[in-house]
């Protein structure tokens, strides 16, 4: 590796890319049409409170009492209690205008006190995105604060102190990792799928492999290129989030490891997905097949814990969930704990498909 | 000193396909090696090897004493390598272009000299998606000097130019001869064979079907030179008893194949003593393509033996 080549093909990549008005449209203004859109559709959500039906089997513990207030403060729920059948819970919120529901399990208190893991059981209808993505963000954020307090080893008994409000968040802090991972995954995969197959197509690797530079050298030129467009694009998307909507995330350097890791493990897997393929349409298919369920089930769009527990599974092979779920733990939940274990996971695999990429990615025929 | 290419006993088979079927050949270094064959015929194939691009299946092959395929590194510091119809990155510029290859090779070439060099040096700023094909060659050759190669690979250079672009690369080629770089040439316009290369190898079905100068190729395969009048038939009748060489009539044309030049002057005078009307003559010789189109007709036929052995 010669970083005076990588330089110069690094200086080739960027004249490029600068120089073609449609990559540009697509990397810098899209991001923003996104959060915009996004922003736009479920923004109603923030204006009126979602009425969640609760029933406190946990009969007023103050553990329990604690969480329902701090669901009811963080003013995007509004908590009715409710003395139904649990075994018709489901049904008797069939009948509601807003179908979301919790059931607050029996000994709750209890749990929480001897560090005992409890399930809350969250009712959701699939078909309102909008008040069912509000609600288990409530949740997933208020549940988030009481987890953090004990992993602390904070006493059980300073629930009642603390302000939860500020911990809690809305549809849009939730889009903002998962915007920036949609376009940290689809940048580099479509355009180097596209390049993978073209340039073999075009005679251009063929002309690259006549010069001293390496395949090595040549991908990492381009994951070079892709962690800078990578930096500009998030920047854009918090600032617009932000700036638009009001979002409510943290812009730490522990969001920067992902920054770097995220454009490693997809130009790579772009450039592999483009150089198994034999033409540049079959290579465009691996390239959807790879790319679209990532797309959307790795919590870019609408968190994972929303999803069905077997596609919560799936969502889990994703390298992209990692890599989302990472930024949301710096940038939401300050857990750098996990975002260390997401780090990793992303950090290992884009080693093994970067190794892979470079090992099938051929200058040469036989 | 030793020859810049060598190859013995090559064969490069893709399955069943022999693509090039037990060649050998040798190039001086410094000449220009032209290499002619209709299109399938293995030429592209013998390059790709030759540069290290393609894997030999058998046979040995040397470029300025190396094995292209296992020392490929060092030998492309050494070459340069222009491409049948060469393709750059779109938006990039000649100017650009030339400073990236000195940056990957690490030599320093003055980008405006090499772009004047190619007579490209008017598009030196201009994007690539914006040359014409000739412009393109162009600056395909302009890369391929960027290392200040020893050896320079021109895969069919000039096909699709039109014939003032294809003059200009000729020039290049000469000038490339003339700072004693050797040119390894293929194209099947035979005319540009003829007239830039030292040394010619006729390739046809993967195997070697003829090899020397120009001239000793037309004079091995061509046919004799012709001595024509347009003259009625009794000049043929005439002449056929005097001369003793072959003679022939076709659409009101005498024809004299002669042996040797001076039997031209002969058999003017035989003509003009006749009395016989007759108006117009001219000589014709073959040219490499006459010899050409008719060495890879009679293999085509059968009726030619090839001269690499079986």
Not at chain 1, 89 to 114: K, T, Y
Not at chain 1, 244 to 258: E, S
Not at chain 1, 341 to 354: E, G, N, R, S, Y
Not at chain 2, 217 to 229: S, W
Request: aromatic share 10%; proline share 5%.
């Amino acid at each position: 590796m010669r970083p005076a080549r990588i330089f110069a093909d690094f200086k080739i990549v960027v004249r490029s890319y600068l120089r073609n008005p449609v990559a540009l449209f697509f990397s810098l203004i899209f991001p923003i049409i996104l959060i915009a859109l996004f922003g736009l559709i479920f923004s109603a959500v923030g204006n009126s409170p979602v009425s969640v039906q609760v029933l406190n089997l946990d009969h007023n513990s103050p553990a329990s009492v604690e969480f329902l207030s701090a669901l009811n403060n963080t003013s995007v729920v509004k908590v009715q209690l409710v003395n139904w059948n649990a075994s018709n819970f489901a049904a008797e919120l069939g009948q509601n205008d807003d179908p979301v529901g919790i059931i607050l399990p029996n000994g709750f208190n209890a749990s929480l006190a001897a560090h005992r893991p409890v399930n809350l059981t969250v009712f959701v209808d699939p078909a309102d995105a909008a008040s069912s993505g509000t609600v288990v963000g409530a949740v997933q954020g208020v549940a988030n604060a009481f987890n953090l307090r004990l992993a602390g080893g904070t006493p059980v008994v300073g629930f009642t102190q603390q302000n939860v409000g500020s911990q809690v968040f809305t549809y849009i802090d939730y889009l903002i990792p998962g915007l920036i991972g949609f376009s940290i995954l689809t940048s580099p995969m479509f355009s180097m799928v596209d390049v993978a197959a073209g340039y073999r197509k075009d005679g251009i690797f063929r002309e690259l492999s006549l010069t001293p530079l390496t395949r090595a050298e040549w991908l990492t030129s381009h994951i070079l290129w892709y962690m800078s467009l990578t930096f500009v694009t998030a920047g854009i998307m918090i600032a617009a989030g932000m700036e638009l909507f009001g979002a409510h995330v943290d812009v730490t350097l522990g969001l920067v490891p992902f920054l770097f890791v995220g454009p490693l493990l997809f130009v790579s897997l772009g450039m592999l997905a483009g150089s198994v393929a034999k033409t540049p349409e079959s290579a465009a298919l691996i390239g959807n097949i790879i790319t679209f369920p990532m797309m959307f089930l790795s919590g870019t769009f609408f968190q994972v814990s929303m999803f069905p527990p077997a596609l919560q599974g799936f969502a889990r092979i994703l390298p992209l969930y990692y890599v989302i779920d990472g930024m949301n733990q710096v940038m939401l939940f300050s857990n750098s704990a996990r975002a260390l274990t997401d780090f990793v996971v992303v950090f290992l695999t884009a080693i093994v498909i970067f190794v892979l990429a470079i090992r099938f990615f051929k200058w040469r025929d036989e | 000193m030793a020859d810049a290419i060598e190859v013995e006993h090559l064969v490069k088979r893709y399955g069943e396909l022999a693509a090039v079927n037990d060649i050998a050949f040798s190039v001086r270094p410094g000449t220009v090696f032209s290499f002619l064959g209709p299109n399938g015929a293995g030429k592209t194939t013998t390059t790709e090897i030759l540069e290290g691009l393609r894997r030999t299946t058998s046979g040995t092959v040397r470029v300025l004493g190396r094995d292209p395929w296992t020392e490929t590194y060092d030998l492309h510091l050494e070459i340069g390598v222009i491409p049948q119809d060469f393709r750059f990155f779109e938006k990039i510029t000649p100017r650009e272009a030339v400073e990236y290859y000195a940056r990957l090779f690490g030599t320093s070439p003055d980008p405006e000299k090499l772009l004047q060099q190619v007579q490209l040096a008017n598009k030196a700023g201009a994007r690539f998606e914006t040359l014409s094909g000739g412009q393109k060659q162009k600056l395909g050759l302009a890369l391929a000097l960027t290392n200040d190669p020893k050896v320079c690979f021109l895969d069919e250079p000039t096909t699709g130019l039109d014939p003032t672009a294809r003059r200009a690369i000729w020039e290049v080629i000469r000038t490339l001869k003339a700072e004693g770089r050797t040119v390894f040439l293929t194209t099947h316009y035979l005319e540009e064979a003829e007239l830039l290369a030292d040394q010619v190898a006729i390739i046809h079905h993967g195997r070697i079907i003829a090899e020397g100068t120009p001239q000793e190729i037309i004079a091995r395969y061509g046919r004799p030179e012709h001595l024509r009048f347009r003259a009625s038939p009794a000049l043929a009748d005439y002449l056929r008893p005097k001369v003793g060489l072959p003679v022939t009539v076709s659409d009101g044309r005498v024809d004299v194949e002669l042996h040797e030049k001076r039997d031209a002057l002969r058999v003017l005078s035989i003509v003009e003593a006749s009395g016989i009307p007759w108006e117009g003559f001219s000589t014709a010789q073959d040219n490499l393509e006459d010899v050409f189109v008719r060495l890879v007709g009679q293999m085509d036929e059968g009726t030619l033996k090839s001269e690499s052995p079986a």
